[in-house]
């Protein structure tokens, strides 16, 4: 582990001699903007003006050509991207390893963790499209979003169809940096700062949003199917119900500037189908419950950026003959991050709730981030047919965070988590501490 510490040194060391880049992921090259013109302190946390142009659909352009006719105007080129994460982690559990790596007790190198293919922009003067793809997976795709906008009065109504493996329905459309979606949280590990993550919002999701937004806030309601891809042999209905609610308003104070704000709820409800992992051709019946509150502060202390969050989440319990999909735990277990496909039989009988607060201070503006997050959990009990009703224990957390931007495009990450609570009277496989060193890099 000292050597991981001296490894990172030294890279924070030599980082500090690299000029600062201009980012040229696919919106970068569509607006000929740079990183920092859309996102606050680092990627993926978003100011507002990077919410505005999501709000919009991403027709924006730049100084990029177009290709112009009778009802069409698309850019010139189409406008690709790439990212790659790399990771480190080291966690405390006892170390049974026979080939060291086969898990993170003996320390682990993911490379890549992470590695991916993106498209998007404008394919209409209202309508612009997302596409991921990971490339270390079987099927190329997984995500997409065509989200249509149009302007009424002071507002911004959209419909957004989309389908995601992993991120959950609130893939949507989302605009804070909380952990309400998956893949836009101020800190790398996402179950210890975001209630939402903790309790299980993510997963496979195939639906259509309808969103209204305006300078002081937003709505989005979908619906959507736990499944990627409705089709036959997935989930073939959109008849669960997701709806975000929140405002946005700024706050303007005589000695601490201004401060941009996001006070939101979530709601998921409605039952469905899913695949049953154990036989991959059929689906069972699921319910998608859960319920969330999050808050967002973003201004500066200073004169240097200062994020402040805080969620809490639950996802109520399920039964055999209806799993809640949201309360459900996953098909490969990676020690306290399990990893995989929600597996509707390994539904929890027991509530799974949490809160969470932390915040990240910037040392060096757009360069030098630290910040720190504590979690208090109830982990739900055991999963499947052996969870006992009543046996819920405590599963608290606290987290130190590190990101360090070697350009606008890429960034060292440290997260360090600590356990306890009664879950870890019961000594866990991974035991109580977990560590993780990752480089981020899009271009």
């Given at each position: 582990m000292k050597k991981v510490f001296f490894s990172l040194a030294v890279a924070l060391a030599t980082a500090a001699f690299v000029p600062a880049a201009s980012a040229i992921p696919s919106f970068s090259r569509q607006t000929n903007l740079n990183c920092q013109s859309c996102h606050a302190q680092h990627v993926p946390i978003l100011n507002g003006f990077g919410q505005a142009f999501k709000a919009a659909g991403y027709p924006m352009m730049g100084t990029q050509g177009k290709v112009e006719g009778d009802r069409l105007s698309i850019p010139d080129t189409l406008n690709a991207s790439m990212r790659i994460k790399v990771r480190y982690q080291k966690s405390n559990g006892a170390n049974t390893d026979v080939i060291p790596g086969d898990t993170t007790n003996s320390g682990q190198w993911q490379v890549p963790e992470e590695f991916s293919l993106f498209f998007g922009g404008r394919i209409a003067e209202n309508v612009g499209f997302f596409f991921e793809g990971n490339t270390t997976a079987v099927q190329l795709v997984s995500g997409f979003r065509l989200p249509a906008a149009f302007s009424v009065s002071n507002a911004k109504l959209s419909a957004i169809p989309y389908m995601t493996d992993t991120l959950g329905a609130s893939y949507g459309?989302?605009?804070?940096?909380?952990?309400?979606?998956?893949?836009?949280?101020?800190?790398?590990?996402?179950?210890?700062?975001?209630?939402?993550?903790?309790?299980?919002?993510?997963?496979?999701?195939?639906?259509?949003?309808?969103?209204?937004?305006?300078?002081?806030?937003?709505?989005?309601?979908?619906?959507?199917?736990?499944?990627?891809?409705?089709?036959?042999?997935?989930?073939?209905?959109?008849?669960?119900?997701?709806?975000?609610?929140?405002?946005?308003?700024?706050?303007?104070?005589?000695?601490?500037?201004?401060?941009?704000?996001?006070?939101?709820?979530?709601?998921?409800?409605?039952?469905?189908?899913?695949?049953?992992?154990?036989?991959?051709?059929?689906?069972?019946?699921?319910?998608?419950?859960?319920?969330?509150?999050?808050?967002?502060?973003?201004?500066?202390?200073?004169?240097?950026?200062?994020?402040?969050?805080?969620?809490?989440?639950?996802?109520?319990?399920?039964?055999?003959?209806?799993?809640?999909?949201?309360?459900?735990?996953?098909?490969?277990?990676?020690?306290?991050?399990?990893?995989?496909?929600?597996?509707?039989?390994?539904?929890?009988?027991?509530?799974?709730?949490?809160?969470?607060?932390?915040?990240?201070?910037?040392?060096?503006?757009?360069?030098?981030?630290?910040?720190?997050?504590?979690?208090?959990?109830?982990?739900?009990?055991?999963?499947?047919?052996?969870?006992?009703?009543?046996?819920?224990?405590?599963?608290?957390?606290?987290?130190?965070?590190?990101?360090?931007?070697?350009?606008?495009?890429?960034?060292?990450?440290?997260?360090?988590s600590i356990y306890s609570g009664t879950l870890y009277s019961t000594p866990q496989p991974n035991g109580k501490q977990l560590t993780t060193l990752m480089l981020e890099a899009s271009w």
């Open positions: 459309y989302e605009q804070a940096s909380t952990g309400a979606v998956r893949n836009v949280r101020w800190a790398e590990h996402r179950k210890e700062i975001s209630a939402q993550q903790y309790v299980g919002t993510d997963g496979a999701a195939t639906g259509v949003a309808f969103v209204g937004q305006n300078d002081m806030g937003y709505i989005n309601f979908s619906r959507w199917a736990p499944a990627f891809m409705a089709r036959s042999g997935a989930a073939q209905t959109l008849r669960s119900n997701y709806l975000r609610i929140a405002a946005t308003p700024s706050v303007s104070t005589a000695t601490k500037g201004d401060w941009s704000m996001h006070i939101g709820a979530q709601f998921w409800n409605g039952s469905n189908y899913a695949p049953d992992l154990l036989t991959p051709a059929s689906l069972v019946p699921v319910e998608t419950r859960a319920t969330a509150i999050d808050f967002q502060a973003f201004g500066q202390v200073g004169g240097r950026d200062l994020g402040v969050y805080a969620t809490w989440a639950k996802a109520p319990a399920g039964t055999a003959a209806r799993p809640n999909i949201l309360n459900a735990g996953n098909n490969i277990t990676n020690g306290n991050n399990p990893v995989g496909p929600v597996d509707p039989n390994l539904y929890r009988v027991n509530d799974r709730k949490a809160w969470t607060i932390g915040a990240e201070y910037s040392l060096t503006q757009y360069t030098l981030h630290i910040g720190a997050a504590y979690r208090r959990a109830n982990s739900g009990g055991a999963s499947g047919a052996l969870g006992i009703v009543g046996d819920n224990p405590t599963d608290n957390a606290v987290t130190l965070t590190g990101v360090y931007n070697i350009s606008q495009n890429a960034e060292i990450h440290l997260n360090h």
